[in-house]
């Protein structure tokens, strides 16, 4: 079983960045990724990577300006976020899914982190 626990949420102005962490605990040999959900609406995907980090995917709304990164020594996945827009305001969670391909459909993932609070001011 593994615990995620993710960080780096916040208030920031249009234009500006972020940095989420997820800390991973437990079983993480696992292939990752972002999802966000908005007030009212369905959790999306947003980015995963591979166990090895050679492959990452995006979704079309976040490509160019966000970036997944993982660092297997410190048991931690990143998303880097630029250019934010109000549209990025959600609440941004961290996932694990058993298996070492790339994921990206919501329901493959089986552990998923408590979330962190995104908001991005006009």
């Known amino acids: 079983q593994v615990q995620l626990v993710e960080s780096g949420g916040g208030l920031v102005q249009t234009g500006g960045s972020l940095r989420l962490s997820c800390a991973a605990s437990g079983r993480t040999l696992n292939s990752m990724g972002w999802f966000r959900q908005a007030p009212g609406k369905e959790r999306q995907f947003v980015a995963a990577i591979t166990w090895s980090g050679s492959m990452t995917s995006y979704a079309d709304s976040v490509k160019g300006r966000f970036t997944i990164s993982r660092d297997n020594a410190k048991n931690t996945v990143y998303l880097q976020m630029n250019n934010l827009q109000p549209e990025d305001t959600a609440v941004y969670y961290c996932?694990?899914?058993?298996?070492?391909?790339?994921?990206?459909?919501?329901?493959?993932?089986?552990?998923w982190g408590q979330g962190t609070q995104v908001t991005v001011s006009s």
């Open positions: 996932a694990s899914a058993r298996t070492r391909n790339i994921v990206v459909i919501r329901g493959r993932y089986d552990a």
